[in-house]
């Protein structure tokens, strides 16, 4: 194994409490904390209310891959840089509890995440070690869950340009690649470039890209619409 290979730890140095060596009576603790119950009772309406993540899971369910709230979603502290991350070695998903304060934050978490939790389950996607595998469920993720909705651009002081959806995706992907795998800006630039044409363009499973709660949840209603339909042949 190269030099590279073994100081790569794939970005989980933002997720301390994935560290199998912690202490289970500390991991107890912060189960009994208040940061928890609130991240546990957002992730309960996000599952329950969002459109976005009704859809996803309706598909996942649908494709045979099954999600469970206590097996495949955790609460956790993490560093201060990400918001949440979908573990591929375990199937999981990491919502970081001490920062995600407001439940539209969590809503966007967890459909980011179940996107590439979806990816993982219909693609097969190799995540250790194909960045242009990494970098489309990427872009899929910023396009597709809200990240660069207008509303959510408005208040980063972020709005009115040209193609300001596709620059958006663009940034949010390079700049979750780099967050997780050390590679420089130009190479993860060139990865994006290669890929960002058909990735971005592949709206499954949501048919469009959903610019707010009306399009998530027609999506949602005619997805359900075709199931039942495919459910009954």
């Not at 009576?25 to 904390?33: D, N, Q, V």
């Not at 859809?55 to 099954?66: F, H, I, P, V």
């Not at 407001?102 to 996607?125: G, K």
Request: include cysteine.
């Amino acid at each position: 194994m190269d030099q590279a290979k073994q100081e790569e730890d794939y970005g989980y140095g933002h997720y301390p409490a994935r560290n199998t060596a912690k202490p289970k009576m500390s991991l107890l603790r912060e189960s009994l904390g208040t940061k928890n119950h609130k991240c546990q009772f957002m992730l309960t309406l996000a599952i329950e209310t969002s459109p976005y993540a009704q859809l996803l899971l309706s598909a996942m369910k649908s494709s045979g891959c099954e999600v469970f709230r206590d097996r495949h979603f955790s609460c956790e502290d993490c560093d201060g840089t990400v918001s949440g991350g979908f573990d591929a070695a375990s199937s999981q998903i990491v919502l970081c509890q001490n920062n995600i304060h407001q439940q539209s934050h969590m809503n966007r978490v967890v459909t980011h995440e179940l996107i590439h939790a979806f990816d993982h389950c219909r693609a097969h996607v190799d995540w250790f070690n194909n960045f242009r595998h990494l970098a489309c469920s990427e872009i899929r993720a910023a396009n597709l869950s809200g990240d660069c909705a207008f509303r959510t651009e408005l208040s980063r002081f972020n709005f009115g340009l040209k193609e300001h959806q596709q620059e958006c995706v663009r940034s949010r992907a390079l700049r979750s690649i780099q967050a997780v795998r050390k590679i420089s800006h130009e190479e993860a630039q060139k990865i994006v470039d290669e890929v960002f044409p058909s990735c971005f363009n592949d709206h499954a499973p949501f048919g469009r890209i959903p610019h707010g709660k009306k399009d998530a949840k027609f999506a949602y209603r005619e997805f359900v619409k075709r199931d039942r339909y495919y459910a009954s042949l």
